[in-house]
């Protein structure tokens, strides 16, 4: 009952786009898929919507193999977004869902009812090369969701959106997940995959880094972090002194320390006390996954994105 | 790739519905079409405006034998057959295009050629037996109408004064089949007539279909082509084949443009034939009912017409399959060209072919390339048009086209599944043929 990707391999030529990735979603759930560009994703996405073949491994999904399922099974959000130029929004709108088999009258009723939803009625009779490019975004994910699809794969679906569009489009995908659809979507924005991701897959040049629910992934760290504030203590230079505690980040207000695991987090509220000085803000928390992205795959998830000159970008595969 | 999605239909037809109104509505192609209209509807008046243009011109031909009687005589019998009286028009009033006159001999009517008094000399030599041949001394071309004309009058001609010097006795000398020379005059100041009706309207007519056949297989190829890689550059593919396969948008496309091609087609093709057979209402409205004679569109029959719609859709069909599957290759319209290019050599090498096979259509090698899919269109048209062509010959050609046809759209469905993922490949044959290969290699 779930979508399940086994021992997943691609290669281009000579690079090697998937190596032996594997992992499981849950129905209902929404997933995240994080990794740099060029790691993988968009060629895994492929592979699962099956316009791609991978070169060994297998995609199912509630058992079936993903060759064997009808292609309204999936509704797809590409990374590099595209609406014919020159046709009226409801009309792509209309033909794509009719493509996936939806009648044309139902196609049109929800479409209006999704432009709407979107706050944008009025863009319905528009020509898409007349549209902002946050709205193409919302024609692009209405397009991919009118069919009303088991699952839906979305590349940086929020790349280039503003923070109101971010928020419908996370109510949106909040609602789906409501109504037991699966959604799938790649990012590189650490903040929107903490924000509404329950599972998620980190993937770093063609390999699998981890996987899991996001708090195990979180927790598996076995590190802690500890937010701290002491008034007029702004560098607390005496954690160095600890064991097993470093300052990793230091803001104005307060400061983020690492804590190793077998390390008492209260050793260091103690520390700070006994030190005279007046603790004000005192948190303990698991990394970020921001952390834990750069502890497992060594560097920030935005840099060194063109890590393969002989890979430009990834829609090269 | 065998798909659950099953039938080709239900999406072929929506992607094709959408190309097709795409297509017809935007402002590119009404302009097109207009002008084509215009250039279409000009093309089939041309033959009008040169019968008016020759209304006034007067093709003097001098007439000169031994016999000052003979000569009368041909020039009578022959002027009749040269002047025709449209029915219903008094003689008096018709206005002669050929004026013969007779010559005192044959020095002094080459001189008047030269001169420019008459435009050519027709001389006739009486045999012993009393036959008659003729020598034209002129610069009408075996083809020219004038010739033409000359050919069937001078025989007519021989024939009646053959029978009117038939001695009442019997046994007679027989009938002495005329000979009709041509002898090139050149240096005179004589102009030749232009002549709009061509002979053979045959030659004329399969010209024609020939050259339009070639325009639909490399324009309409063509919009097959860049509308594949528009979609490509607008990045519309992904979304297209992540909700139909290949094959579907495949022949959804090829059939929607087809019908767009149509559409201009029957837009052009319409109004153009209109006048074409309207030409001699047409000409006698505009011109007069005298000068309005000979029908340019002599020869054209249902089966010409019905081979040459079979050979028109299943031609562009072969074709449209493999420029979609080009155009699946590039990744910017402009880049077709390069793809296109070879392509539309083989296009041209069928047109060259059926062109140069008119004058020897009865080959054996042109019986061979009206067989071959990608010229079959071209020559078998022109078989058809111009020689002789057996029942099952035609089955034959089309046969081997409808398969080639399928076999195409399955080698174009592969390619295109594949090519469509690609970007920044550099456009060329080896890549076409690469990813012919391995379609999943990168």
Redesign the interface.
């Known amino acids: 009952m779930t979508l399940l990707l086994e021992g997943l391999s691609k290669r281009f030529g000579r690079v090697v786009a998937l190596d032996q990735v594997g992992f499981r979603v849950e129905p209902g759930e929404i997933f995240g898929f994080l990794g740099a560009n060029g790691a993988g994703k968009t060629t895994a996405m492929r592979i699962i919507l099956d316009i791609l073949r991978a070169d060994s491994g297998s995609v199912s999904w509630r058992g079936r193999p993903n060759t064997a399922l009808p292609r309204r099974t999936f509704g797809y959000l590409p990374e590099e977004r595209g609406l014919y130029p020159r046709m009226r929004v409801l009309d792509q709108l209309v033909f794509f869902a009719g493509l996936y088999g939806v009648p044309l009258a139902d196609a049109r009723r929800d479409a209006l009812g999704w432009l709407e939803r979107f706050r944008v009625p009025e863009l319905a009779g528009r020509r898409a090369d007349e549209l902002s490019k946050g709205n193409q975004q919302k024609i692009q994910f209405i397009a991919a969701i009118l069919h009303d699809p088991e699952v839906v794969l979305m590349d940086e679906p929020f790349t280039g959106l503003d923070p109101v569009n971010v928020s419908l489009l996370r109510g949106a995908f909040l609602e789906l997940a409501a109504r037991g659809r699966t959604l799938v979507f790649s990012t590189h924005q650490m903040e929107m995959v903490e924000m509404m991701a329950d599972t998620i897959a980190i993937i770093d040049r063609g390999r699998l880094v981890t996987a899991g629910s996001t708090r195990e992934v979180r927790r598996r760290a076995g590190r802690t972090i500890v937010r701290l504030a002491v008034r007029d203590d702004r560098d607390l230079a005496w954690v160095a002194a600890l064991r097993g505690v470093k300052v990793i980040r230091s803001l104005p207000d307060i400061s983020e320390l690492s804590v190793e695991p077998g390390i008492d987090p209260q050793s260091i509220l103690q520390a700070a006390l006994a030190r005279g000085g007046e603790v004000t803000c005192f948190e303990i928390a698991d990394p970020s996954l921001e952390e834990i992205f750069i502890e497992l795959v060594g560097h920030p998830v935005d840099e060194g994105t063109l890590a393969d000159p002989a890979l430009p970008a990834e829609s090269a595969a | 790739?065998?798909?659950?999605?099953g039938g080709i239909l239900?999406?072929a037809r929506?992607?094709a519905r959408?190309e097709y109104v795409?297509k017809v509505r935007?402002r590119a192609f009404a302009v097109a079409t207009a002008i084509l209209i215009v250039v279409a509807v000009s093309a089939a008046l041309v033959p009008i405006g040169l019968r008016a243009l020759n209304r006034g011109q007067v093709t003097r031909i001098g007439v000169v034998s031994s016999q000052p009687d003979t000569t009368a005589r041909v020039i009578s019998l022959v002027s009749d057959y040269l002047n025709p009286v449209a029915a219903g028009v008094d003689p008096a009033t018709v206005r002669l295009h050929y004026v013969l006159t007779a010559q005192a001999n044959l020095a002094t009517g080459l001189a008047n050629v030269r001169a420019g008094r008459i435009g050519s000399l027709l001389e006739v030599s009486i045999e012993p037996d009393g036959g008659l041949d003729f020598t034209f001394h002129g610069n009408d071309g075996p083809t020219s109408g004038t010739i033409q004309k000359l050919q069937v009058a001078t025989f007519g001609a021989a024939v009646i004064v053959y029978s009117q010097n038939l001695p009442h006795t019997a046994g007679g000398p027989g009938f002495h089949q005329p000979a009709f020379d041509l002898q090139p005059t050149d240096g005179g100041s004589s102009v030749a007539p232009v002549d709009a009706t061509v002979t053979g309207s045959r030659t004329l007519l399969a010209s024609v279909m020939i050259v339009l056949i070639f325009i639909t297989l490399t324009i309409y190829g063509m919009w097959v082509a860049t509308s594949v890689a528009s979609?490509k550059a607008?990045?519309?593919?992904?979304?297209?084949?992540?909700?139909?396969?290949p094959r579907q948008l495949l022949v959804g496309k090829v059939v929607g443009v087809g019908a767009a091609g149509l559409t201009q087609y029957l837009a052009i093709l319409v109004p153009a034939t209109i006048v074409l057979v309207l030409q001699d209402p047409i000409a006698t409205a505009l011109i007069g009912r005298a000068d309005a004679t000979d029908a340019p569109l002599v020869g054209l029959t249902l089966p010409i017409l019905l081979a040459f719609g079979a050979f028109f859709i299943l031609g562009f069909l072969l074709y449209a399959f493999v420029y979609a599957a080009a155009g699946s290759l590039v990744s910017r319209p402009e880049d077709v060209q390069q793809l296109a290019l070879p392509l539309s050599f083989i296009s041209l090498a069928g047109y060259f072919a059926a062109i140069s096979s008119m004058a020897t259509i009865n080959s054996s090698s042109i019986a061979f390339l009206s067989y071959l899919p990608f010229f079959s269109p071209y020559v078998m048209l022109s078989r058809v048009m111009l020689g002789h062509v057996e029942s099952w010959e035609i089955v034959l050609s089309l046969g081997l086209l409808v398969a080639t046809i399928a076999g195409s759209a399955w080698f174009a469905g592969r390619i295109y599944?594949a090519g469509v993922?690609l970007?920044?490949q550099r456009p060329g044959l080896r890549t076409f043929l690469r990813v012919a290969i391995r379609p999943?290699?990168?």
């Not at chain 2, 790739?1 to 999605?5: K, L, R």
Request: proline fraction near 6%; aromatic fraction near 4%; hydrophobic fraction near 35%.
């Open positions: 790739m065998s798909h659950p999605d239900p999406n929506l992607v959408r795409e935007s979609e607008s990045r519309v593919m992904e979304l297209l084949i992540s909700a139909a396969t599944g993922l970007y920044g999943g290699g990168g």
